[in-house]
């Protein structure tokens, strides 16, 4: 039996052409964490890393709790552009703005308050909670422009438009890293402000961001026809219960993968604070791949949303194949790199040799998890685009909670294997999350078709 790429190619190209301004936009998310590390890695010292680890593991829990409420309006938009109902998308965004700020004010006050008060009574060192309590309340403040941004960003990407938020993504970081490194190291006159330095940097880089992709979606050409019926007075609850539907399930499959490696970093930090400094540092270098694969999705999801509204459900397979075809590719080559530059790649971030032996084992295992990683996030997003967020929401559940972070805890101290163990963990819950996806996709997939088929049968 012979297997031929041709059916796809097409789909290769649209594909790709829709997912590599997405890939460096969702990548901006990342990399904010990222330069945060590398600016504190190298200007602050270990205990100062440590810190930026423990905030960010509890900060991107509640980041990717916001993003997948922002994400609910995307197959939406790219539904009823598919069906040419151009109107509703003005609508859509209406009541995506109202429900996005809400959320991210309540998450505010969920991440201050109440991460802030558990965090002391976690087994954590306390020189970092000493240093990670400012830098928290800052980052908590980012989370309002962040998702106003998401909102606009969501919105323009489910009718096509995705360079412009690229652009805005790189250029934000760009701003994040020069300010980051000017406040905490104290630059031109400005007194050093150590780890509170890149807190500040990440705010003023998020409200930049959100205000420009604003004035963009409104004052676009691109979009005129979408906002004609654009008003608040549209605020409704069928509407905003629409969004929330397809968002708060997605929200809660993003929150049991990020918070089973938030707790993992948790459970790291019973370790030891060198052994956290690594899995942040392991973490971060390992959340750029999944955020470039996590922009594939994206791509996807606005592809079978498009496909799904149009009832084209055999291009709608053939395009989520290909999907999976990219991101595999991907995911392989970054694998290689992992497990090529597993000693190099860590110096990016720090120079202490202990953080940096125990991070270069943390990559091999992280190299294994890449296919796994890449595979389950697009069938995340394929299945988005057409609806389908329930049955994947508790697949998830099932791999990250049931499966994954109790392997790794018993692994990494019942078993005292160490960051390692708890690493191998978070493997096994990849690779059951990935496989039950695909098979969640190929069964709806091949159900929709034959239903398509069958009313077309009795129609003649």
Same mark, same amino acid.
């Given at each position: 039996?012979?297997?031929?790429?041709?059916?796809y190619?097409q789909h290769y190209?649209?594909?790709?052409?829709?997912?590599?301004?997405?890939v460096i936009?969702?990548?901006g998310?990342? #990399?904010?964490? &990222?330069s945060d $590390?590398?600016? +504190?890695?190298?200007f =602050?010292g270990?205990?100062s @890393?440590?810190?930026?680890?423990?905030?960010?593991?509890?900060?991107?829990?509640?980041?990717?709790?916001?993003?997948?409420?922002?994400?609910?309006?995307?197959?939406?938009?790219?539904?009823?552009?598919?069906?040419?109902?151009?109107?509703?998308?003005g609508r859509?965004?209406?009541?995506?703005?109202?429900i996005?700020?809400?959320?991210?004010?309540?998450?505010?006050?969920?991440?201050?308050?109440?991460?802030?008060?558990? #965090?002391?009574? &976690?087994?954590? $060192?306390?020189? +970092?909670?000493?240093? =990670?309590?400012?830098?928290? @309340?800052?980052?908590?403040?980012?989370?309002?422009?962040?998702?106003?941004?998401?909102?606009?960003?969501?919105?323009a990407e489910?009718?096509?438009?995705?360079?412009?938020?690229?652009m805005?993504?790189?250029?934000?970081?760009?701003?994040?890293?020069c300010?980051?490194?000017?406040?905490?190291?104290?630059?031109?006159g400005?007194?050093?402000?150590g780890?509170?330095?890149?807190?500040?940097?990440t705010?003023i880089?998020?409200?930049i961001?959100?205000?420009v992709?604003?004035?963009?979606?409104?004052?676009?050409?691109?979009?005129?026809a979408?906002?004609?019926?654009?008003?608040?007075?549209?605020?409704?609850?069928?509407?905003?219960?629409?969004?929330?539907?397809?968002?708060?399930?997605?929200?809660?499959?993003y929150?049991?993968?990020?918070?089973?490696?938030s707790?993992?970093?948790?459970?790291v930090?019973?370790?030891?604070a060198?052994?956290?400094a690594?899995?942040?540092?392991?973490i971060?270098l390992?959340s750029l791949?999944?955020?470039?694969?996590?922009?594939?999705?994206s791509?996807?999801?606005?592809?079978?949303?498009?496909?799904?509204?149009?009832k084209?459900?055999g291009?709608?397979?053939?395009?989520?194949?290909?999907?999976?075809?990219?991101?595999?590719?991907f995911?392989?080559?970054t694998?290689?790199i992992?497990?090529?530059?597993?000693?190099?790649?860590?110096?990016?971030?720090?120079?202490?040799?202990?953080v940096?032996?125990?991070?270069?084992k943390?990559?091999?295992?992280?190299?294994?998890?890449q296919l796994?990683?890449?595979?389950?996030?697009?069938?995340?997003?394929i299945?988005?685009?057409?609806?389908?967020?329930?049955?994947?929401t508790?697949i998830?559940?099932?791999?990250?909670?049931?499966?994954?972070?109790?392997?790794?805890y018993?692994l990494?101290?019942?078993?005292?294997?160490?960051?390692e163990?708890?690493?191998y963990?978070?493997?096994?819950?990849?690779?059951?999350?990935?496989i039950?996806?695909?098979?969640?996709?190929?069964?709806?997939?091949?159900?929709?078709?034959?239903?398509?088929?069958f009313?077309?049968?009795?129609k003649?």
């Open positions: 039996m012979s297997f031929s790429f041709q059916p190619k190209r649209d594909n790709l052409k829709l997912a590599i301004p997405v936009s969702q990548l998310h990342t #990399l904010v964490h &990222l $590390s590398i600016i +504190v890695g190298h =602050a270990t205990i @890393l440590a810190a930026v680890s423990l905030i960010n593991s509890v900060f991107v829990v509640a980041m990717v709790m916001g993003l997948g409420i922002a994400y609910g309006i995307t197959p939406l938009i790219a539904q009823n552009n598919g069906k040419g109902e151009h109107a509703d998308c859509l965004l209406s009541n995506s703005i109202f996005n700020l809400l959320f991210s004010i309540i998450l505010f006050l969920l991440i201050y308050f109440g991460a802030g008060n558990v #965090l002391s009574l &976690l087994k954590q $060192s306390p020189e +970092v909670l000493k240093q =990670a309590k400012p830098f928290l @309340l800052l980052l908590s403040v980012s989370i309002i422009p962040l998702m106003l941004f998401t909102t606009f960003k969501q919105f489910g009718l096509g438009f995705t360079r412009q938020a690229m805005i993504s790189i250029w934000g970081n760009v701003i994040n890293i300010l980051g490194i000017i406040f905490v190291k104290g630059l031109f400005i007194k050093p402000m780890i509170s330095g890149v807190g500040y940097s705010l880089d998020r409200t961001m959100a205000i992709m604003g004035v963009y979606v409104f004052r676009s050409k691109n979009f005129k979408y906002l004609k019926e654009f008003s608040l007075s549209y605020i409704s609850f069928k509407r905003c219960r629409q969004i929330i539907n397809i968002g708060a399930p997605v929200s809660l499959q929150t049991f993968e990020v918070s089973a490696f707790a993992a970093a948790i459970i930090g019973q370790i030891g060198v052994e956290q690594a899995h942040q540092v392991g971060n390992a791949t999944y955020m470039m694969a996590s922009g594939i999705s791509a996807a999801a606005i592809k079978s949303g498009n496909f799904f509204g149009g084209s459900f291009e709608l397979r053939a395009s989520a194949l290909a999907s999976y075809h990219i991101v595999l590719a995911m392989t080559v694998a290689l992992f497990v090529l530059a597993n000693q190099w790649l860590p110096w990016i971030v720090t120079s202490d040799v202990g940096i032996n125990i991070a270069s943390l990559l091999i295992i992280a190299a294994f998890f796994f990683d890449g595979a389950q996030v697009v069938g995340l997003g299945l988005r685009g057409m609806g389908d967020v329930n049955v994947p508790l998830t559940l099932l791999a990250y909670w049931v499966i994954g972070l109790p392997l790794g018993l990494g101290i019942t078993l005292d294997m160490g960051a163990g708890v690493w963990g978070l493997v096994a819950g990849l690779g059951i999350a990935s039950l996806l695909y098979m969640r996709f190929t069964a709806t997939t091949k159900k929709h078709i034959e239903d398509y088929i009313n077309d049968t009795l003649i």
